[in-house]
């Protein structure tokens, strides 16, 4: 079964950001895209597949913070 793809224009919609930091991504090699131009065409015409666009969520995703381990208190010391 063929999985949904999305053109950097979608998924520039979905991130609410332009389409160049889509393109970014993929030149860099971060968001994975398959580019289906035809051989000699100049410029690519990519797709992103849904499970390279859920990879790279799920990896850009915040994780929660580790918990912060507690400091103990000084100890006073009486001198007499």
Same mark, same amino acid.
């Given at each position: 079964?063929l999985s949904a793809t999305?053109?950097?224009?979608e998924?520039?919609?979905?991130?609410?950001?332009k389409?160049d930091?889509?393109l970014?991504?993929?030149n860099r090699? +971060?968001l994975?895209?398959?580019n289906?131009?035809?051989?000699?065409a100049?410029?690519?015409r990519? @797709?992103? *597949?849904a #499970?390279?666009?859920?990879?790279? +969520?799920?990896?850009r995703?915040?994780?929660?913070?580790p918990?912060?381990a507690r400091?103990r208190? @000084?100890? *006073?010391? #009486?001198?007499?």
């Amino acid at each position: 079964m063929l999985s949904a793809t999305y053109s950097p224009s979608e998924i520039a919609d979905r991130w609410a950001c332009k389409v160049d930091k889509v393109l970014m991504l993929i030149n860099r090699g +971060e968001l994975g895209a398959i580019n289906t131009a035809p051989g000699g065409a100049k410029k690519p015409r990519w @797709r992103i *597949s849904a #499970e390279s666009l859920e990879a790279f +969520e799920r990896d850009r995703s915040t994780k929660p913070a580790p918990p912060k381990a507690r400091r103990r208190a @000084r100890e *006073s010391y #009486e001198f007499i």
